[in-house]
């Protein structure tokens, strides 16, 4: 308890791209407001110093490409005043949700570098608004880079803040990062809740929130920071000269407390004289309320959720060409606008202000078709570079067979798509470890897939490009870890473990039977286990589609009601009247095999779609489940979800959550106050009873339930109901930003996989490594020399992800290690140096002087922890 002596306001605008402002007239705006903000320091520099505008610039995006397009004069203007403590940048680069992969999180600091080498101005904090959370990578990521202090403003409409709020502590990352941490008021408080600025309400609004404060035991500080926007448009809005004059006059007429302008650094001063050694220290995800939205455009998100590996991949096979000794077709500044194109997508503002409102709108049309074309976007240009680089490797390693011509008619199949009985299939495996895999032959199409797409990945069935494949067929091939394999399209995979019969399906590890009544499966038996691992519940069984509605004529507001007034700006409530419903008719067709896998189909329909199909298959000697889903949605604006149940058959639960590449275990590995109702996944997530358990890695729909269907449950913390995992796959619960319906053809795809004991990262990630990053296929290629080769030296280490890269800035390659796993790790640095001279860099490329690779024998990788090498071939 103390009495607050001062009010320290940091004024910005907040960066929700695309909320009330169509996407690129708002990085327009954002440039405007830093020269708006700039001429306003300009003008009440003679002031006395507490009354000198200042203001802070959130994130880094729009900054960068406003200072790069104003010119060196802008930059050294903004350099002079940021000196003088006037204007500041935080290193973030957009509010970010927790979709974002760990190579994005990464290149979204590479704008930190930019700023401080490219144009001299300092970066040293970090802040994060209106999101519920940020991923735990950051508190490792960001001291790594030498910011030293967060600021979260949280915005608690349909979320939560941890306690104590307003308040301080180190946020300690999953590597052992530490990071000074201000869980502060959202920036509505200074200018909406508070009233700062405005003569007509101050008075009748901040004593309320001083007193509160006073008469708390666990605010110890005689020091208030708050944010501040603009009055009216507080997001995306311009500074105002009014809380500049306010603040004059305030303090001219001798008010108490008395107003400071203020930005993160000098609050950071603040909090530091005060003192921060005695702050408690909390480990964990921050895990975000927010990500539920993700739900509410699960095709788009599936889309970019794939491209996050494809570029990934991509990256991988430029690498292989500059390690030839070539220069990829592509270069370094259109990798990095294509990373931020998919982090545009997984930034926070999803639609804008009318989206539920007035969804047929203009601006809602116009706002949500430039939001989605971040993801088709990056899409298209990850293929695109996957394909060149595939093709410069391929044309390394093979020769072209012969490339047909497009038939008017007149020439006939043969002759136009001539065939070439040498042509064989070319296998490259951008995983560091061998795999095994079985890859479905792409359709024959004589050259004619587009520059852009590999056969692999374009539809069997176009109206061109030759003579129609009549079946389907599969090869097996091992293929060394970063490196490639050929194969004859003719050596189909052998299939002699596949079993298919009526309703049920068998290969070497599962035998699978499915309930032609419900559509369920009913059995999921684990031959090497002897174990069975399909259950049932109260809501349906393993696979099982339901449909949810809000039965309620308050529909949004029977979930969360929203009250801006209150400190928490609302309540949410617990266990609303919900409607579920499964299939209306299911459908099954007989069990077959097709093309090294064994199949069951099923047709439903039901509430919320026009009809969906689930494929579920075994293909031969994998052990894994695909459960796929096709749901063509039915539009429908009110309240809605769907989930698709899995419920298991364990004798306990025991959970794990791959959290932007980071395993958390719900409860121990969360701050307090973050969301347990749903999970935003990366790749998978584990459910075991100690001696046995399953993995999952979902594809498309990030969004997991732990035990049961947990939405607005609430809690304090997760208590699964039972063993079970549940996808929460759609959903338009929200009252803003989000998309109030959706509808057509979207894909759900599950791989499951089980084993013996608990849950061991590495193995649950490898997993889903191999499930998520398919091996990149080109078709009529002739090998000119060894039939399979290793492109990039480096030791099969388990629980260590290895991203490969060419670097940003210099030269050489990149590579990042980072491991996954709860032990030290040392990687012998002899085979990584047969690929070139090897030495330590920072998550940004800079040299790590401290550090020196030349004579070491090793590289130690902390638990949880990684490394940054940079790798120059010779």
């Excluded at 700006?569 to 609303?576: M, T």
Aim: glycine share 8%.
């Amino acid at each position: 308890m103390a009495q607050i002596k001062r009010i320290l306001v940091a004024n910005h605008t907040h960066h929700d791209i695309g909320f009330n402002d169509y996407q690129d007239v708002c990085f327009r705006q954002h440039g405007e407001f830093v020269r708006d903000a700039l001429d306003l320091i300009e003008a009440t520099a003679s002031r006395e110093p507490v009354s000198q505008y200042r203001w802070v610039c959130e994130v880094t995006g729009p900054l960068v490409r406003y200072l790069k397009e104003a010119g060196p004069a802008e930059v050294a203007r903004f350099r002079y005043w940021q000196e003088r403590g006037a204007i500041d940048v935080a290193a973030m680069q957009y509010n970010l949700t927790p979709l974002l992969s760990p190579e994005q999180m990464r290149r979204s600091l590479y704008p930190v570098r930019i700023l401080r080498e490219e144009m001299g101005i300092d970066v040293q904090t970090a802040m994060q608004d209106d999101v519920n959370g940020v991923s735990w990578m950051f508190a490792d990521l960001l001291p790594s880079i030498g910011i030293d202090f967060l600021t979260m403003a949280i915005n608690q409409s349909r979320g939560r803040a941890p306690r104590p709020f307003p308040g301080a502590f180190w946020w300690q990352g999953p590597a052992g990062g530490r990071l000074l941490t201000w869980n502060g008021f959202h920036y509505l408080f200074g200018r909406s809740q508070a009233k700062l600025g405005d003569w007509r309400f101050v008075d009748g609004s901040l004593p309320h929130y001083l007193d509160a404060l006073e008469d708390s035991d666990t605010f110890p500080y005689d020091f208030l920071y708050v944010e501040s926007t603009h009055p009216m448009r507080v997001d995306n809005g311009p500074p105002d000269v009014r809380m500049a004059d306010f603040v004059r006059e305030w303090n001219d007429r001798g008010r108490e407390p008395r107003i400071e302008f203020s930005t993160p650094r000098l609050f950071r001063q603040e909090l530091e004289a005060h003192g921060t050694a005695g702050l408690p220290t909390v480990r964990g995800d921050w895990t975000d309320w927010w990500a539920d939205g993700a739900g509410s455009s699960a095709y788009e998100t599936g889309i970019n959720r794939a491209t996050h590996e494809i570029l990934a991949s991509a990256e991988v096979l430029a690498a292989w060409v500059v390690a030839s000794g070539r220069s990829p077709q592509f270069g370094k500044e259109l990798v990095e606008k294509t990373y931020e194109a998919m982090s545009l997508f997984d930034e926070h503002t999803w639609g804008g202000f009318s989206s539920i409102d007035a969804p047929e709108s203009l601006f809602t049309r116009a706002q949500w078709n430039r939001k989605a074309s971040f993801a088709y976007q990056a899409a298209m240009e990850s293929h695109d570079m996957l394909t060149r680089s595939a093709r410069q490797l391929a044309d390394a390693h093979a020769e072209r067979a012969v490339e047909g011509r497009f038939d008017l008619g007149d020439l006939g199949s043969d002759r136009a798509y001539p065939t070439d009985d040498a042509g064989e299939l070319l296998i490259f495996n951008t995983l560091p470890f061998e795999r095994t895999v079985n890859v479905e032959v792409p359709e024959f199409r004589a050259g004619g897939a587009p520059a852009g797409m590999l056969e692999s990945f374009f539809p069997r069935d176009v109206p061109w490009g030759g003579p129609p494949t009549s079946d389907l067929a599969t090869v097996r091939v091992t293929v060394p870890g970063f490196g490639y394999a050929f194969i004859h399209p003719s050596d189909h995979a052998e299939a002699d473990d596949l079993v298919a019969s009526g309703t049920a399906i068998e290969n070497e590890f599962y035998r699978v039977e499915v309930d032609p009544r419900t559509g369920r499966i009913s059995s999921w038996y684990d031959k090497q286990l002897s174990h069975e691992f399909a259950d049932t519940s109260d809501l349906g069984g393993f696979g099982t589609y339901l449909h949810e509605t809000v039965d309620s004529a308050l529909g949004r507001d029977a979930l969360f009601v929203n009250d801006f007034s209150d400190w928490d700006f609302g309540h949410w409530v617990k266990n609303p009247p919900f409607d579920r419903a499964r299939a209306s008719t299911v459908e099954c067709s007989p069990a077959r095999i097709d093309a090294g896998v064994a199949i069951i189909e099923i047709a439903i329909t039901g509430r919320g779609i026009r009809r969906a199909t689930c494929r579920i298959s075994l293909p031969t000697k994998t052990k894994t489940l695909h459960v796929d889903w096709l749901l063509d949605k039915e539009p429908q604006t009110d309240p809605e979800s769907v989930y698709i149940l899995f419920p298991v058959k364990l004798d306990g639960h025991e959970y794990v959550v791959d959290l932007n590449g980071t395993p958390v275990r719900p409860n121990e590995d969360q701050l307090a106050g973050s969301v347990f109702d749903w999970y935003p996944t990366r790749r998978w997530t584990d459910v075991s009873d100690g001696m046995r358990g399953v993995t999952v890695a979902a594809l498309d729909a990030p969004l997991m339930q732990l035990g049961g269907i947990t939405t607005n449950k609430v809690g304090d913390r997760i208590e699964p109901e039972r063993p079970g995992l549940v996808s929460w796959a759609l959903n338009n619960h929200w009252m803003v930003n989000f998309k109030a319906s959706q509808e057509g053809h979207i894909p759900l795809r599950y791989r499951f996989t089980t084993h013996a004991g608990r849950c061991d990262y590495a193995d649950a990630n490898r997993f889903a490594l191999e499930e998520s990053v398919a091996p990149v296929v080109l078709r009529d290629y002739k090998p000119t020399g060894a039939a399979s080769g290793t492109l990039f030296e480096l030791p099969d280490l388990p629980g260590i992800e290895a991203h490969l890269k060419v670097a940003t800035f210099g030269d050489g390659l990149i590579l990042r290690l980072r491991n996954i796993t709860a032990d030290d790790v040392r990687i012998p640095l002899d085979v990584l140096r047969s690929n070139g001279t090897v030495s330590a860099v920072d998550v940004l490329e800079r040299p790590k002087a401290q550090e020196t690779l030349d004579s070491s024998p090793e590289q130690l990788i902390p638990a949880f922890g990684e490394v940054s090498i940079r790798v120059t071939p010779r």
